[in-house]
């Protein structure tokens, strides 16, 4: 027998668990100091409980008990206050102030390998308005000194504009839920193909496609004023305005990002949202934003609600790896059919390219001021997601694979192909019978992330056979009916007497960006600006 913990599990020996009581207790008194109560709520929720708090990432692990009803592991603490403040505290004047340290399960995936985390936060019910907003955003930059950072940002934005925006643009309720779905997963390339559909009004589809880029100091809320203001849409910029002149009041002005990308992949949010990075992290160190509506979702009165949670495991992390200085900017570049055009895109936008395109066994090509790390392309999401790496590029299809979490930023608009549904030629007839008599059909790909995605889309049942090479033999020897693969001229297929039945996305190089490096180095951004000039210039 293998004695050993659940994958995504560990034992925390007495070290470490030193450490992180350590930590744990010098950010609970700093909030008890301002008022805050300890509570503890409970590991196994309802699933209705959860998913009324609407969109929750991660698919928490279920179970049933004796009784028959569906319970999960607390994926998060917020909506668990909530639903206490509405049920246990009804007709209480408050306010309530509460605080946490406790341990959340999310599925992993290729963000993390850990599957069980430990919350250390803190929720306000009842106060509302700029100084609320920016006692909360204050006490999230103290927990962080506390606990021994330094040099952190704290990107804050408003969700007021988006949704001001959605509701009031006359367009279809499915494409404002893609808007949605496209911030959440911050693939901005997506966004801007949302808003470039036509019947789209112009100047919402401009203001929508350009929000996520406005960041900065106050300058920023001035542009995105600029352009959500005409539309009669700038709703929660002067509560923005007025929380980020006092927290700069109290000295946070070098740890503040003014960044309307952000936006939580919950969606109970209402007004003001807020994320903290650190430096060579690689990882979001926590997160938090004003949820006015969500008691009233359990049956509750409205109260204004705000608060935030960070993950002990992130910002100890963090604390273990330090801050480089002057650490050269890394790249992860593709090997493969990639290659080519990425070093050239690369040298376009005046970096040094020196040995990259004959790098022998070097794994890294280090020049003055960049690394280049030599990857293959399925791996570029992950090293950068993962914060191996600040940036990368790669095609569609490996991002989409991948289901990593990045801020996709640019497409180079080279390396075309398309995803294809590909059978011998003249098999419909035989594949529709063994459908009907079985009620499935094998596919063999070498993507089947992206293969699920598109039979599930069109509701067909599929036995998926993962391959790493050779796809086309599937059919030809009897192991699958279809394959999904990738292809470029479609030749390999008609070699093969493989005919293509549907199309299920096409794919080019894009360039995207580890969230933390996006929102903590700026050779990121500029990086992301020149090879999109460059790419516009050539069209």
Known sequence: MNFVTPAGFRDVMPQEALQREHIANRVQELFAHHGYAPIETPTLERLDVIETAGHVPNAPFKLFDAAGDLLALRPDVTMQVARLCATRLRGQEGPFKFRYTQRVFREADARAASRELTQIGLENIGPEGPDADAEVVGLFAEALRAAGLEGFKIAIGTVGVLRALLETCPAP???????????????????????????IPTAFARAIAALPYIRGGEEAIQQARDLADPLGCGRGLGDLQATYEKLCDEGLSDNLLVDFSIMSSFDYYTGIVFEAFAPDAGASLGSGGRYDGMLAAYDGARRPAAGFAFYLEQVMAALAKGTLADRPLRIAVPKGSLNADTI???????????????????????????????????????????????????????IVEADADLVELVDLAFGGCRFVVAQPKGATPAVEERYRKLGSIRVTTKYPRITKAYFDKIGMQVDIIKLHGNIELGPLIGLSERIVDITATGTTLRENNLEVVDEVMPSTARFFANPCAFRTDERVVKLARILKSNVNGKE
């Open 173 to 199: 309720g499915d494409w404002k839920n893609e808007v949605l779905a496209a911030y959440h997963s911050s693939d901005f390339l997506r966004l801007d193909e949302l808003c470039a559909e036509e019947g």
């Open 344 to 398: 050239r895109v690369l040298a376009e936008a005046g970096l040094d390219t020196t040995g990259l395109d004959d790098p022998g066994r070097k794994l890294i090509i280090s020049n003055p001021g960049v690394d280049f790390v030599i990857v293959r392309p399925t791996d570029a999401p992950v090293f950068t997601a993962l914060g191996g790496c600040d940036c990368g590029i790669c095609g569609k299809d490996s």
